[in-house]
Nanobody, 123 residues
């Protein structure tokens, strides 16, 4: 069974940092690109970043480029998202998902999601 388990969320002040992790099991990890998406209250899930199967290439939406950094460890089947200089509008539930499409920011191209981890950025 494919499983993705996010962790690392929490409450942080504006300008602070958090590091999210996603642990994967039940599939061949390095055959999939991994993405991080965010869902704010009352809004649709939106892309934040994604990383290629090898980890060589990472992609970021404009709002987070330069502040967020995504990495993966294919030996440990884990992905991380380092988030710096967080803003209150980045509050939401953060999900990791898997896709066959490198660089995808389209939710419908993702096959499986974790349960999410809550990030709250206070002003």
């Amino acid at each position: 069974e494919v499983q993705l388990v996010e962790s690392g969320g929490g409450l942080v002040q504006s300008g602070g940092s958090l590091r999210l992790s996603c642990a994967a099991s039940g599939f061949t990890f390095d055959e999939y690109n991994i993405g991080w998406f965010r869902q704010a209250p009352g809004r649709e899930r939106e892309a934040v970043a994604c990383i290629s199967r090898s980890g060589e290439y990472s992609y970021y939406v404009d709002d987070v480029r330069g502040r967020f950094s995504m990495s993966r460890d294919n030996a440990k089947n884990t992905v991380s998202l380092q988030m710096n200089s967080l803003k209150p509008e980045e509050t939401g539930v953060y999900y990791c998902g898997i896709t066959r499409v490198e660089g995808s920011f389209y939710e419908h191209e993702y096959k499986k999601w974790g349960q999410g981890t809550q990030v709250t950025v206070s002003s």
